[in-house]
Nanobody, 115 residues
Framework: QVQLVESGGGLVQPGGSLRLSCAAS????????MGWYRQAPGKQREWVAT???????MYVSSVKGRFTISRDNDKNTVYLQMNSLKAEDSAVYYC?????????WGQGTQVTVSS
């Protein structure tokens, strides 16, 4: 079993920044990928970013140039640095880990972009 705990969400003004963290623990033997999804009220869950085991990163078009996904392998932690935040970035952000063919999710952390 794998447990994921997100942190770093909160209220930020438009144009501001937040750094989300996701710490993974449990019975982890290998990581295929780690990433982030988000879900805003009234909308479907949306994929945001992924970092693969080889280090390749991918982003949804709407966040390219503003968000950066990274990881600390020693801490089994993935991060999402979010800059130039917009109101439309407001959502609950969920951490995702793919390990040994199984998908795991965190509890979510709220990000609210508002003045």
């Amino acid at each position: 079993q794998v447990q994921l705990v997100e942190s770093g969400g909160g209220l930020v003004q438009p144009g501001g920044s937040l750094r989300l963290s996701c710490a993974a623990s449990g019975s982890i033997f290998s990581f295929n990928a780690m990433g982030w999804y988000r879900q805003a009220p009234g909308k479907q869950r949306e994929w945001v970013a992924t970092i693969a085991s080889g280090g390749n990163v991918m982003y949804v078009s709407s966040v390219k140039g503003r968000f950066t996904i990274s990881r600390d392998n020693d801490k089994n932690t993935v991060y999402l640095q979010m800059n130039s935040l917009k109101a439309e970035d407001s959502a609950v952000y969920y951490c995702n880990v793919v390990s040994q063919g199984r998908w795991y999710w965190g509890q979510g952390t709220q990000v609210t972009v508002s003045s």
